[in-house]
Each structure stands twice: as structure tokens, then as C-alpha cells.
């Protein structure tokens, strides 16, 4: 058999990344959607901090909200494949917007669909996949960070309900903006010792409120980030996902989808920024000649490129074999951050120097996203985190080196 042309080589080595029809049709409307919708206010909402809540209901209304939701429930009923697509094209223009998105699609509604009952899937999940409530996850404490299993938030069962008390901070989505409380959440609590249990907390319940607001972070400004603050808030036993003491389970699980796609926004990130300095060192010029003609440029913009394409890689080969519902895909989940995230800062950062000075000012897109990337070395488990479970996974199991 003769060697297939260049094209037709390039063309089956991009099944990877679309593997069937409906994901290459993904990626066309996704890319549509985010020139047409996502660029034009992008910037805007970096520099004002401010979340952009009719445009997470235009998403919506296209069903990216609820990606990976049944369609019984209102959502789309796609792969993880789908929902990596999603983040990374997001990101290719505006991460901190697609930071809010996975929050409530992956942390929230993906969790809930997996983890909760048919009561509570049918009550919620139409109108977190509509967008009409945006939802997050509550894991992390001012105290309790990488070590979550000592968190301290409490829930102490009283009858038919549970009594919550604790502080959860750096939440996505949070508030919709410093007034507004997000609509609903998935709360870890301590049930008992060494028992974790997630339950349901929505707007409304007393006791529940939004605590300190924060704002001036380095990156993802078009998120918003909060503090809550749980005081004696009473928690029907409904509410609760899963049976007692299944809450650490439940939250390895979302955490293996959660990497995954946060490096999927490193993806988009490292795309974009390609993009900016190939374009750039063809049109700046310096001794006569355009700076691509410096070896040194094309240092920075092979070895990104590389890198790039490596990361992709790895996060669609991962994304092809992750299951939704399983759990047990944590080495991959945590490989693909690790490798993605410094990839993407990797690339921010060369942008930033192919592009010299104009790269350093705000009205370069690069200056933003160099920003952002630095969240994805820290959010959803620090690179710290990934490399002690990487290490424990194939200390247990050298076999999974082999790979799937
Ligand atoms: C913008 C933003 C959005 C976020 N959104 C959410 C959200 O929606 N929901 C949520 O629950 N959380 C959220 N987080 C929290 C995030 O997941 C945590 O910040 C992260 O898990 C790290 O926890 P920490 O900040 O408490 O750091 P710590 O755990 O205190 O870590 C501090 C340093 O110590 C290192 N370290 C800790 N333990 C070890 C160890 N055993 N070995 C080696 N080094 C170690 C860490 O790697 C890090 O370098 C968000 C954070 C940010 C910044």
C-alpha cells in the first residue's frame, strides 16, 4: 500500500480530535459561536471583572451548558470528548468565561447527573442546562485546600434535615455578580470522622450567603469568585447526593472530568497564542527582516508548537477513554493538567516575548491570556497534587504505565 497524500494524512490524524461527525460539527459551531459572540466582549469583561450572564444564557440556549447531561434532562448527552471541545475552543478566546462555564456545566451539572437521584436530576438539571440557574462546587475551605479531606465545614443530621456549618472559599460562580448569590451548589461536608458526604444547598436557604468577594485576581476576571459562608443552614435529607459518607467518592470522580477539562483550556490557550506569534513575527520586523527569520523566534514558536500538539494529544486520547460515570481515571485526568497547564504557560509566556513590548500591554490578547493560564497550574489541584498522585498511582499499579 502506498504512503497516503500529505492531506489525506493530516486528515485522519484530526479524527482524534473529532472522532465522529457530530463532534467535527461541534467544533464548526463552537468556533462559530465564540468569533461571532465571545471575542467581541472578552476583553471588556477581563478588565471589569464582571461575569458575562447573558452570554452564559446564549450558551444555553445552544445546549452547552448541560454538554454532558442526559437529554431527558435538558442537556446535550455528549462524551467528555464533546465537553473538552467546548472548554478548549472557549478558551481559545476567553478562558475566564469558560472557567465560569465549567464550574457550573462540570463541577455542578455533570456531578449532579452522575452522582445525584432522578428527583433531584429532574427538578435541576433543566434549568442549570438552560442556564436560568447557574450552579458551582464548594470544596475548598480558607484553611483546607489540596488536603481536602480535613475540611471543617460540618453537617450534623437532625431528623429530617442536616445542620451545615462552615466556610467555603474560592468559589466559581459563587455570585453572579457582588449582590447575587449563585442559584444552587454541591457542598462537601464532614458527616463524621473520616465521612464526607455532598449535598444540594440553593439560594434561599437561611443561614446560606455569599461571604467575601474576590476580586483583583491575577487571571480569569470574567469569573466570579467568592467566599460562602454556611450558619446553621438546614439541609432536607433529599438533598443529600448519594448515601452518607459517599461525598469523597463522588468528588475523585468529578475531579477526574474537572482536569481533564481545565486542561482543555490550556489547549485553547496555547492555540491562541500560537496563532498571535506566528502572525506577529511574520509582520514585525527588525535588521530588515521579519522576526521569524531570527532563530531564536522560531525557538519559541517550534518548541510551543510542539508542546501544543503534544498536549492536544494527550488530553483527546484521554477524553476518548474516559468514562462519565466510572471512576478510577484519576492518572491521566491529573497527567493531562500537569503536562497542559505548563504547556500553556509555556506558550503565553513565548507569545508574550515574540510579540516584546506590545506583548506586555492590554490590548494584545496575549498579556490576558498569560493571566489566565497561571490558574490552570493551581485550580482543580495544584501541579504539586498531580505529581503525589501520579507517583502513588504507578507506585501501586506499574502496569498503568502501559497505558489504556
Ligand atoms: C480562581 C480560582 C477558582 C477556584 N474555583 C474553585 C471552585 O469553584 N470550587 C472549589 O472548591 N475550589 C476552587 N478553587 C480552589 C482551588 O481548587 C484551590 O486553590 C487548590 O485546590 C489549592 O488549594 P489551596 O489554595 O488551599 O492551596 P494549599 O492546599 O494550601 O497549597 C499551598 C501550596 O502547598 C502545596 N502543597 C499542599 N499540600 C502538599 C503536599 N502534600 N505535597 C506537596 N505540596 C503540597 C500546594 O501544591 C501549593 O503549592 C479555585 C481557586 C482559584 C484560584
Redesign the pocket.
Known sequence: MSNPAPAARIASASSLFHPTEEHALLDETLRAFVEREVEPQAAEHDRSEAFNHILFRKLGDLGFLGVTIPERFGGAGLDAVAAVQLMEVLSTSDPGFG?AVL?HSI?FAQNLAVNGNDEQRGRILPKASSGEWIG?????EPE????VIAMRTTAVREGEHYRLNGT?T????GGIDAETLGDVFIVYAATGERSISSFLVEKGMPGFCLGQKWTD?LG?RA?F?AELVFEDVQVPVANRLGKEGEGTIHMMRNLEIERLTLAAQALGIAERCLRVMVEYASERKSFGVPIREHGQIQRHIAECFAEYRAARTYVYDTARRLSLTETGQRLDADGTKLFASQAAKRAADAAMQVLGGNGYMGEYVVQRLWRDAK?LE????????HH?NITKDLSRDASLLGGG
Open positions: 472557567l464550574a463541577l458551582g462546587m464548594c470544596m475548598t483546607v485546600g489540596t488536603d467555603k474560592f468559589i466559581t460562580n485576581k480569569m469569573s469568585t490558574l493551581i485550580g482543580g489541584g495544584t501541579l504539586e497534587a503525589k
